[in-house]
Protein backbone atom coordinates (compact mmCIF):
# COMPACT_ATOMS: atom_id res chain seq x y z
CA UNK A 1 0.00 0.00 0.00
CA UNK A 2 1.31 3.66 -0.42
CA UNK A 3 2.89 5.53 1.70
CA UNK A 4 1.14 8.75 0.84
CA UNK A 5 -2.08 7.24 0.98
CA UNK A 6 -4.25 9.36 2.09
CA UNK A 7 -7.33 8.46 4.76
CA UNK A 8 -10.26 11.06 4.40
CA UNK A 9 -12.68 11.07 7.91
CA UNK A 10 -16.25 12.02 8.41
CA UNK A 11 -17.21 14.14 11.74
CA UNK A 12 -16.97 10.70 13.79
CA UNK A 13 -13.26 10.34 12.96
CA UNK A 14 -14.37 6.91 10.69
CA UNK A 15 -12.38 6.48 7.56
CA UNK A 16 -13.53 6.69 4.55
CA UNK A 17 -12.39 4.14 2.46
CA UNK A 18 -14.19 5.05 -1.14
CA UNK A 19 -15.51 8.78 -1.67
CA UNK A 20 -17.54 9.09 -4.86
CA UNK A 21 -17.95 12.64 -6.18
CA UNK A 22 -20.30 13.94 -9.08
CA UNK A 23 -20.66 10.66 -10.90
CA UNK A 24 -22.09 10.23 -14.41
CA UNK A 25 -22.33 7.38 -17.07
CA UNK A 26 -25.03 7.32 -20.15
CA UNK A 27 -25.44 4.53 -22.33
CA UNK A 28 -26.40 6.01 -25.78
CA UNK A 29 -28.76 9.08 -24.63
CA UNK A 30 -29.94 7.51 -21.45
CA UNK A 31 -27.99 8.58 -18.54
CA UNK A 32 -27.74 6.23 -15.86
CA UNK A 33 -26.06 8.02 -12.88
CA UNK A 34 -26.63 12.11 -12.61
CA UNK A 35 -23.94 13.42 -10.62
CA UNK A 36 -23.98 10.85 -7.83
CA UNK A 37 -22.14 11.39 -4.61
CA UNK A 38 -21.53 9.55 -1.32
CA UNK A 39 -18.84 7.98 0.96
CA UNK A 40 -18.40 5.12 2.42
CA UNK A 41 -16.71 4.21 5.66
CA UNK A 42 -13.64 1.95 6.37
CA UNK A 43 -15.46 -1.77 7.20
CA UNK A 44 -18.93 -0.71 6.72
CA UNK A 45 -21.64 -2.53 5.18
CA UNK A 46 -23.54 -0.10 2.61
CA UNK A 47 -26.20 -0.98 0.89
CA UNK A 48 -27.47 0.81 -3.04
CA UNK A 49 -30.70 0.03 -3.06
CA UNK A 50 -33.48 0.45 -5.66
CA UNK A 51 -35.85 -0.75 -8.45
CA UNK A 52 -34.08 -2.34 -12.01
CA UNK A 53 -32.39 0.49 -13.83
CA UNK A 54 -32.20 2.97 -10.92
CA UNK A 55 -27.89 3.20 -11.76
CA UNK A 56 -27.30 0.65 -8.88
CA UNK A 57 -24.91 -1.88 -10.46
CA UNK A 58 -23.76 0.62 -12.60
CA UNK A 59 -22.00 2.31 -9.80
CA UNK A 60 -20.88 -1.12 -8.63
CA UNK A 61 -19.45 -1.56 -11.66
CA UNK A 62 -17.53 1.61 -12.16
CA UNK A 63 -16.01 1.05 -8.56
CA UNK A 64 -15.07 -2.46 -9.75
CA UNK A 65 -13.80 -1.28 -13.00
CA UNK A 66 -16.02 -2.78 -15.34
CA UNK A 67 -17.61 0.16 -16.85
CA UNK A 68 -15.63 3.72 -17.22
CA UNK A 69 -17.55 6.56 -15.87
CA UNK A 70 -18.24 9.86 -18.20
CA UNK A 71 -17.11 12.24 -15.51
CA UNK A 72 -16.50 12.27 -11.62
CA UNK A 73 -13.77 10.92 -9.26
CA UNK A 74 -13.76 7.43 -7.44
CA UNK A 75 -11.44 8.12 -4.54
CA UNK A 76 -10.23 4.49 -3.20
CA UNK A 77 -7.68 5.77 0.33
CA UNK A 78 -7.56 9.02 -1.62
CA UNK A 79 -6.21 8.10 -4.98
CA UNK A 80 -8.79 8.09 -8.26
CA UNK A 81 -9.46 4.68 -9.50
CA UNK A 82 -10.91 5.63 -12.53
CA UNK A 83 -7.82 5.10 -14.51
CA UNK A 84 -6.86 1.87 -12.68
CA UNK A 85 -7.50 -1.97 -14.35
CA UNK A 86 -9.88 -3.46 -12.28
CA UNK A 87 -7.34 -6.60 -11.69
CA UNK A 88 -4.91 -3.59 -9.90
CA UNK A 89 -7.79 -2.56 -7.27
CA UNK A 90 -8.22 -4.04 -3.93
CA UNK A 91 -11.54 -5.04 -4.99
CA UNK A 92 -13.28 -8.12 -5.58
CA UNK A 93 -17.05 -8.74 -6.71
CA UNK A 94 -19.68 -11.05 -6.40
CA UNK A 95 -22.19 -11.73 -8.73
CA UNK A 96 -25.69 -13.18 -8.85
CA UNK A 97 -24.71 -15.56 -11.26
CA UNK A 98 -21.54 -17.15 -9.72
CA UNK A 99 -18.92 -17.66 -12.37
CA UNK A 100 -17.45 -21.15 -10.89
CA UNK A 101 -15.84 -23.36 -13.20
CA UNK A 102 -17.79 -26.36 -13.54
CA UNK A 103 -14.65 -28.34 -14.09
CA UNK A 104 -12.66 -27.64 -11.16
CA UNK A 105 -13.91 -29.12 -7.52
CA UNK A 106 -14.52 -26.90 -4.83
CA UNK A 107 -11.11 -26.23 -3.80
CA UNK A 108 -9.53 -25.31 -7.36
CA UNK A 109 -12.49 -23.05 -7.82
CA UNK A 110 -11.35 -20.88 -4.43
CA UNK A 111 -7.91 -21.20 -5.03
CA UNK A 112 -7.92 -20.22 -8.66
CA UNK A 113 -6.97 -16.45 -8.65
CA UNK A 114 -3.97 -17.79 -6.05
CA UNK A 115 -2.81 -20.46 -8.51
CA UNK A 116 -2.84 -17.67 -11.22
CA UNK A 117 -0.40 -15.37 -8.53
CA UNK A 118 1.58 -18.33 -8.14
CA UNK A 119 1.54 -18.58 -4.58
CA UNK A 120 3.08 -21.47 -2.81
CA UNK A 121 1.25 -24.96 -2.58
CA UNK A 122 1.49 -24.73 1.37
CA UNK A 123 0.07 -21.19 1.69
CA UNK A 124 -2.73 -21.81 -0.86
CA UNK A 125 -4.19 -24.77 1.22
CA UNK A 126 -3.79 -22.41 4.34
CA UNK A 127 -5.94 -20.35 2.50
CA UNK A 128 -8.52 -22.00 1.24
CA UNK A 129 -8.64 -24.04 4.44
CA UNK A 130 -9.14 -20.91 6.11
CA UNK A 131 -11.87 -19.48 3.61
CA UNK A 132 -14.01 -22.34 3.26
CA UNK A 133 -14.20 -22.37 7.30
CA UNK A 134 -15.18 -18.60 7.02
CA UNK A 135 -18.51 -19.70 4.57
CA UNK A 136 -19.48 -22.54 6.45
CA UNK A 137 -18.20 -25.11 4.10
CA UNK A 138 -15.25 -27.16 5.77
CA UNK A 139 -15.17 -30.73 3.99
CA UNK A 140 -16.68 -29.67 0.57
CA UNK A 141 -12.98 -29.26 -0.59
CA UNK A 142 -13.57 -31.83 -3.37
CA UNK A 143 -16.99 -31.53 -4.30
CA UNK A 144 -18.04 -30.42 -7.66
CA UNK A 145 -20.09 -26.96 -8.38
CA UNK A 146 -22.69 -29.41 -9.86
CA UNK A 147 -23.09 -31.38 -6.58
CA UNK A 148 -23.49 -27.95 -4.50
CA UNK A 149 -26.80 -26.56 -3.80
CA UNK A 150 -28.02 -22.87 -4.26
CA UNK A 151 -26.40 -21.38 -0.90
CA UNK A 152 -23.52 -23.44 -1.14
CA UNK A 153 -22.54 -21.97 -4.73
CA UNK A 154 -23.15 -18.90 -3.70
CA UNK A 155 -20.77 -19.40 -0.34
CA UNK A 156 -18.02 -20.89 -2.78
CA UNK A 157 -17.83 -17.28 -5.01
CA UNK A 158 -17.72 -15.47 -1.59
CA UNK A 159 -14.82 -17.48 0.12
CA UNK A 160 -12.99 -17.03 -3.54
CA UNK A 161 -13.67 -13.28 -3.43
CA UNK A 162 -12.79 -13.26 -0.32
CA UNK A 163 -9.14 -15.34 -0.60
CA UNK A 164 -7.09 -12.60 -2.12
CA UNK A 165 -7.86 -10.43 0.85
CA UNK A 166 -9.45 -7.44 -0.40
CA UNK A 167 -10.27 -4.31 1.08
CA UNK A 168 -13.67 -3.63 -0.32
CA UNK A 169 -15.95 -6.38 -1.49
CA UNK A 170 -18.61 -5.86 -4.22
CA UNK A 171 -21.92 -7.91 -4.55
CA UNK A 172 -24.38 -7.25 -7.17
CA UNK A 173 -27.82 -9.24 -5.90
CA UNK A 174 -26.06 -12.41 -5.07
CA UNK A 175 -28.93 -13.54 -3.68
CA UNK A 176 -31.47 -13.63 -6.32
CA UNK A 177 -30.97 -17.04 -7.47
CA UNK A 178 -31.90 -18.26 -4.38
CA UNK A 179 -35.39 -19.75 -2.78
CA UNK A 180 -37.26 -17.48 0.19
CA UNK A 181 -35.70 -19.47 3.25
CA UNK A 182 -32.28 -19.87 1.49
CA UNK A 183 -32.10 -16.06 1.20
CA UNK A 184 -33.06 -15.50 4.53
CA UNK A 185 -30.43 -17.60 6.24
CA UNK A 186 -27.71 -15.98 3.85
CA UNK A 187 -28.75 -12.60 4.70
CA UNK A 188 -27.92 -13.14 8.69
CA UNK A 189 -25.03 -15.09 7.46
CA UNK A 190 -23.53 -13.03 5.09
CA UNK A 191 -23.67 -9.96 7.78
CA UNK A 192 -21.69 -11.68 10.42
CA UNK A 193 -19.32 -12.70 7.85
CA UNK A 194 -18.60 -9.08 6.96
CA UNK A 195 -17.76 -8.52 10.85
CA UNK A 196 -15.69 -11.60 10.98
CA UNK A 197 -13.62 -10.36 7.88
CA UNK A 198 -13.18 -6.69 8.67
CA UNK A 199 -14.01 -5.88 4.83
CA UNK A 200 -16.51 -3.25 3.56
CA UNK A 201 -19.03 -4.78 1.86
CA UNK A 202 -20.77 -2.81 -0.63
CA UNK A 203 -24.51 -4.55 -1.83
CA UNK A 204 -26.19 -4.22 -4.54
CA UNK A 205 -30.58 -5.04 -3.91
CA UNK A 206 -33.55 -4.58 -5.01
CA UNK A 207 -35.12 -6.23 -1.77
CA UNK A 208 -35.75 -3.73 0.86
CA UNK A 209 -36.08 -6.62 3.47
CA UNK A 210 -32.78 -7.49 2.91
CA UNK A 211 -31.39 -3.54 2.43
CA UNK A 212 -32.77 -3.42 6.07
CA UNK A 213 -31.74 -6.59 7.39
CA UNK A 214 -27.74 -6.35 6.48
CA UNK A 215 -26.84 -2.86 6.16
CA UNK A 216 -25.28 -0.33 7.95
CA UNK A 217 -26.19 2.40 5.88
CA UNK A 218 -28.74 2.59 2.42
CA UNK A 219 -28.71 4.68 -0.15
CA UNK A 220 -31.68 4.81 -1.82
CA UNK A 221 -31.88 5.36 -5.43
CA UNK A 222 -34.23 6.20 -8.05
CA UNK A 223 -33.72 6.95 -11.92
CA UNK A 224 -29.73 7.61 -11.62
CA UNK A 225 -30.27 9.74 -8.78
CA UNK A 226 -29.87 9.32 -5.22
CA UNK A 227 -32.89 9.93 -2.91
CA UNK A 228 -31.70 9.56 0.92
CA UNK A 229 -28.92 8.26 2.42
CA UNK A 230 -28.95 6.75 5.87
CA UNK A 231 -29.46 3.97 8.55
CA UNK A 232 -31.69 1.46 8.19
CA UNK A 233 -34.08 3.13 11.05
CA UNK A 234 -33.38 6.36 10.04
CA UNK A 235 -34.55 5.36 6.30
CA UNK A 236 -37.83 3.48 8.01
CA UNK A 237 -38.67 5.89 10.54
CA UNK A 238 -37.55 9.11 8.84
CA UNK A 239 -37.77 8.75 5.03
CA UNK A 240 -37.18 12.44 3.04
CA UNK A 241 -40.22 11.73 0.47
CA UNK A 242 -42.99 10.21 -0.93
CA UNK A 243 -40.91 7.90 -3.19
CA UNK A 244 -38.72 6.40 -0.20
CA UNK A 245 -41.58 6.21 2.24
CA UNK A 246 -43.64 3.95 -0.21
CA UNK A 247 -40.46 2.11 -1.60
CA UNK A 248 -39.41 1.18 1.91
CA UNK A 249 -42.00 -0.97 3.46
CA UNK A 250 -45.89 -0.13 3.31
CA UNK A 251 -46.87 3.64 3.65
CA UNK A 252 -50.25 5.43 4.02
CA UNK A 253 -48.91 8.65 2.63
CA UNK A 254 -51.82 11.81 3.17
CA UNK A 255 -51.43 15.24 1.51
CA UNK A 256 -51.94 17.53 4.12
CA UNK A 257 -50.86 21.13 5.28
CA UNK A 258 -49.07 22.97 8.25
CA UNK A 259 -49.71 26.45 9.61
CA UNK A 260 -47.30 25.96 12.51
CA UNK A 261 -45.15 23.93 13.87
CA UNK A 262 -46.02 20.69 15.83
CA UNK A 263 -49.49 20.88 14.77
CA UNK A 264 -50.76 18.99 11.21
CA UNK A 265 -53.89 19.16 8.92
CA UNK A 266 -55.20 16.27 7.01
CA UNK A 267 -57.98 13.59 5.86
CA UNK A 268 -60.34 16.68 7.76
CA UNK A 269 -58.62 16.98 10.62
CA UNK A 270 -55.76 18.76 12.57
CA UNK A 271 -53.68 16.65 14.69
CA UNK A 272 -50.34 17.17 17.36
CA UNK A 273 -47.20 16.22 15.52
CA UNK A 274 -43.39 15.91 16.75
CA UNK A 275 -41.97 17.84 13.75
CA UNK A 276 -41.55 21.82 13.69
CA UNK A 277 -42.02 23.68 10.43
CA UNK A 278 -39.55 23.43 7.55
CA UNK A 279 -36.77 26.11 7.65
CA UNK A 280 -38.19 27.41 4.34
CA UNK A 281 -42.23 27.08 5.67
CA UNK A 282 -43.82 30.32 7.00
CA UNK A 283 -45.40 30.40 9.54
CA UNK A 284 -49.25 31.27 9.55
CA UNK A 285 -49.11 30.61 6.15
CA UNK A 286 -50.84 27.45 4.24
CA UNK A 287 -47.57 25.35 3.83
CA UNK A 288 -48.17 21.96 1.91
CA UNK A 289 -46.88 19.00 2.98
CA UNK A 290 -46.87 15.07 2.71
CA UNK A 291 -47.66 12.92 5.95
CA UNK A 292 -46.71 9.30 6.47
CA UNK A 293 -47.78 6.89 8.78
CA UNK A 294 -47.26 3.21 9.06
CA UNK A 295 -49.65 0.65 8.79
CA UNK A 296 -48.82 -0.65 12.25
CA UNK A 297 -48.92 2.59 13.68
CA UNK A 298 -52.39 2.49 13.22
CA UNK A 299 -54.82 1.36 16.39
CA UNK A 300 -58.40 0.08 15.07
CA UNK A 301 -61.00 1.13 17.56
CA UNK A 302 -64.54 2.28 17.72
CA UNK A 303 -66.57 5.01 16.14
CA UNK A 304 -65.99 8.20 17.74
CA UNK A 305 -65.99 11.95 17.13
CA UNK A 306 -62.17 12.49 18.31
CA UNK A 307 -61.47 9.37 15.61
CA UNK A 308 -61.04 9.35 11.92
CA UNK A 309 -63.98 7.02 10.66
CA UNK A 310 -64.63 4.64 8.21
CA UNK A 311 -65.73 1.79 6.39
CA UNK A 312 -63.44 -2.01 6.45
CA UNK A 313 -63.05 -3.21 2.89
CA UNK A 314 -60.75 -5.97 3.02
CA UNK A 315 -59.04 -8.34 5.52
CA UNK A 316 -56.24 -10.06 4.64
CA UNK A 317 -54.32 -12.46 7.08
CA UNK A 318 -50.68 -12.55 6.94
CA UNK A 319 -49.05 -14.88 9.48
CA UNK A 320 -48.20 -12.38 11.99
CA UNK A 321 -50.44 -9.68 11.26
CA UNK A 322 -53.79 -8.72 9.32
CA UNK A 323 -53.40 -6.34 6.45
CA UNK A 324 -56.98 -4.22 6.90
CA UNK A 325 -58.04 -1.72 4.17
CA UNK A 326 -59.95 0.56 5.83
CA UNK A 327 -62.18 3.57 3.54
CA UNK A 328 -62.38 6.76 5.70
CA UNK A 329 -65.44 9.16 5.34
CA UNK A 330 -63.87 11.81 3.45
CA UNK A 331 -62.58 8.93 0.77
CA UNK A 332 -59.34 7.97 2.17
CA UNK A 333 -58.13 4.76 2.19
CA UNK A 334 -55.85 3.55 4.62
CA UNK A 335 -53.69 0.68 5.55
CA UNK A 336 -53.53 -0.92 8.93
CA UNK A 337 -51.82 -4.19 10.56
CA UNK A 338 -53.19 -5.30 13.38
CA UNK A 339 -53.28 -8.43 15.42
CA UNK A 340 -57.15 -8.37 15.97
CA UNK A 341 -59.07 -9.41 13.10
CA UNK A 342 -62.10 -7.38 11.73
CA UNK A 343 -65.09 -8.01 9.51
CA UNK A 344 -65.66 -6.34 5.99
CA UNK A 345 -68.47 -3.89 6.47
CA UNK A 346 -67.40 -3.47 10.01
CA UNK A 347 -67.56 0.64 11.19
CA UNK A 348 -64.05 1.82 12.79
CA UNK A 349 -62.40 4.88 14.28
CA UNK A 350 -58.58 4.89 13.49
CA UNK A 351 -55.95 6.56 15.55
CA UNK A 352 -52.63 6.75 16.50
CA UNK A 353 -49.99 9.36 18.42
CA UNK A 354 -48.34 12.13 17.79
CA UNK A 355 -44.55 10.79 17.09
CA UNK A 356 -46.40 8.25 14.67
CA UNK A 357 -46.89 11.04 12.27
CA UNK A 358 -44.29 12.14 9.99
CA UNK A 359 -43.97 15.10 8.36
CA UNK A 360 -42.46 15.46 4.63
CA UNK A 361 -41.66 18.07 1.94
CA UNK A 362 -43.51 17.98 -0.97
CA UNK A 363 -41.76 16.33 -4.21
CA UNK A 364 -42.30 14.97 -7.50
CA UNK A 365 -43.59 11.71 -6.01
CA UNK A 366 -46.07 13.52 -3.64
CA UNK A 367 -49.57 11.76 -4.51
CA UNK A 368 -50.71 15.46 -4.60
CA UNK A 369 -47.89 17.21 -5.79
CA UNK A 370 -49.31 20.55 -6.26
CA UNK A 371 -52.20 21.10 -3.44
CA UNK A 372 -52.78 18.96 -0.06
CA UNK A 373 -55.91 17.42 -0.87
CA UNK A 374 -58.66 19.56 1.34
CA UNK A 375 -60.03 22.50 -0.55
CA UNK A 376 -62.23 23.12 2.20
CA UNK A 377 -59.46 23.56 4.82
CA UNK A 378 -56.89 25.62 2.82
CA UNK A 379 -60.01 28.50 2.65
CA UNK A 380 -60.52 27.74 6.52
CA UNK A 381 -57.56 28.55 7.22
CA UNK A 382 -56.63 31.62 4.33
CA UNK A 383 -59.64 32.59 6.44
CA UNK A 384 -58.04 32.56 9.84
CA UNK A 385 -54.86 33.97 8.71
CA UNK A 386 -56.95 37.22 7.67
Known amino acids: MSENKQILKDSTGKEHIIEIKDLCKSFDDNQVLKNITFYIRNNEFITLLGPSGCGKSTTLRIIAGFETADSGIVNFEGKNLLDV ?3 KRHINTVFQRYALFPHLNVFDNVAFGLHLRKVPAPEIK ?17 RYIDQLSGGQMQRVAIARAIINRPRVLL ?4 LGALDLKMRKEMQIELKEMQRELGITFVYVTHDQEEALTMSDTIIVMKDGIIQ ?5 IDIYNEPKNAYVADFIGESNIIPGFMVKGLEVSFAGRTFECVDPLFPEMNEGAVN ?16 SDTHI ?13 YEIIVKSDNGIEWMIHDVDPVTIGQRVGLTFDPDDIHIMRKSAFSPDPDGYGVKVEEDEAAEDDE
Open 228 to 232: QIGTP
Open 85 to 87: PAH
Open 309 to 321: NGTVESIVFKGVH
Open 288 to 303: PVDVVIRPEDIYVKEE
Open 171 to 174: LDEP
Open 126 to 142: ERVSKALKTVGLEGYEK
